[in-house]
């Protein structure tokens, strides 16, 4: 079955590297996301990796996969007050229609 | 490009209404998807449909309804409310399967 699992909380200092952490449990997974929520708004699709890939760049962002212990990453370089948020990974299973959240990591900017 | 559009953006109720929400997904995306936010249980799907066929559904009680309609735009329906139904329902487009998800900006329901 599908479980997704993040810490809930993380605080880093303005312009130190974020790494957030997600495990997953469904080895069938096929798309890897992570999303960015903003507080009274939806959620913003900040990147996503697919199975088959070990990493993913996208600017200040960097997705690393490690399907063997299934546990996912999400880096942001040089951490800024706009970061600040609450941060879902979610795994979406080939057939299943539906994507599985973690129950996100809300990230604290440090000045 | 205009983005996923849910409306209406807030909704308070009284227990015992019904409630009505609709989303209008992203020009030629044809799966709609529905998903409650509540701080006790985190996001929880509550139904998809493609091509106006639901194609999967989640653990909530036959309160909770949906429909999709042939232009892709989508419903879903709250009967009886209860406090507990109090909740952010996000509303995600996808172009197709295994493919990415857009979320709408949600719509807040209170329920008193």
């Known amino acids: 079955g599908e479980d997704v699992e ?3 909380f993380l605080s880093v200092r303005e312009g130190d590297s974020s790494v957030i952490n997600c495990t997953y449990t469904d080895s069938s997974s096929t798309y890897l996301y992570w999303y960015k929520q903003e507080p009274g708004a939806g959620l913003q699709l900040l990147t996503y990796i697919f199975s088959n890939m070990d990493m993913k760049q996208d600017q200040r962002l960097t997705v690393l996969l490690n399907k063997k212990d299934k546990h996912l990453s999400l880096r942001i370089a040089d951490t800024q007050t706009g970061d600040s948020a609450i941060y879902f ?3 979406d299973v080939f057939g299943n229609e539906k994507l599985t959240f973690g129950t996100g990591t809300r990230l604290t900017i440090i000045p | 490009k205009a983005g996923v559009t849910q409306t209406p953006r807030y ?3 009284t227990r015992g209404q019904q409630v009505t929400l609709s989303c209008s997904p ?4 044809r799966s709609v998807s529905w998903y409650q936010q509540t701080p006790g249980q985190g996001l929880q799907f509550l139904f998809e449909y493609f091509s106006e066929t639901q194609r999967n559904k989640g653990n909530f009680p036959g309160r909770f309804s949906g429909r999709q309609f042939s ?3 989508s419903e879903m329906n709250v009967s009886t409310l209860e406090l507990g139904d109090s909740a952010l329902y996000l509303c995600a487009s996808r172009r197709g399967r295994d493919t990415e998800a857009f979320f709408g900006q949600g719509t807040r329901l209170t329920v008193v």
Do not use: D, V
């Open chain 1, 6 to 8: 993040q810490s809930l």
């Open chain 1, 89 to 91: 990974c979610a795994e």
């Open chain 2, 11 to 13: 909704l308070i109720k």
């Open chain 2, 26 to 29: 992203i020009s030629g995306h």
């Open chain 2, 71 to 73: 232009n892709s735009r």
